[in-house]
Nanobody, 124 residues
Framework: QVLLVESGGGLMQAGGSLRLSCTAS????????MGWFRQAPGKEREFVGG????????YYADSVKGRFTVSRDNFKNTVYLQMNSLKTEDTAVYYC?????????????????WGQGTQVTVSS
């Protein structure tokens, strides 16, 4: 069992930056692949970015590539989502998730544990 808690959401103007954190309970954080998803009102949950166990070669949705960066610190049991050049269309509830896949995981069904979500609102 893994408990995930996100933090760092809030209100930001377009063009600004935010960093989300997701801290996991337990001593097996490094054995999980981690992902970030988001869900805007009236829309389906969508993949944002992910990182494998080692933390190397994170991967992203096209909509955030070049603006968002996923990283992880296995000593702190934490995964981060650095969001730069924010756009109004980035407004959503952001979720972190943990899964056991050994390949890049873009589908929410590949993740076993989810945080409660944190709201990100980008104003124009």
């Amino acid at each position: 069992q893994v408990l995930l808690v996100e933090s760092g959401g809030g209100l930001m103007q377009a063009g600004g930056s935010l960093r989300l954190s997701c801290t996991a309970s337990g001593r097996t954080f490094s054995s999980y692949a981690m992902g970030w998803f988001r869900q805007a009102p009236g829309k389906e949950r969508e993949f944002v970015g992910g990182v494998r166990r080692s933390g190397i070669r994170p991967y992203y949705a096209d909509s955030v590539k070049g603006r968002f960066t996923v990283s992880r610190d296995n000593f702190k049991n934490t995964v981060y989502l650095q969001m730069n050049s924010l756009k109004t269309e980035d407004t959503a509830v952001y979720y972190c998730a943990a899964g056991q896949s050994y390949s890049n995981s873009y589908n929410a069904l590949e993740y076993d544990y989810w945080g409660q979500g944190t709201q990100v609102t980008v104003s124009s």
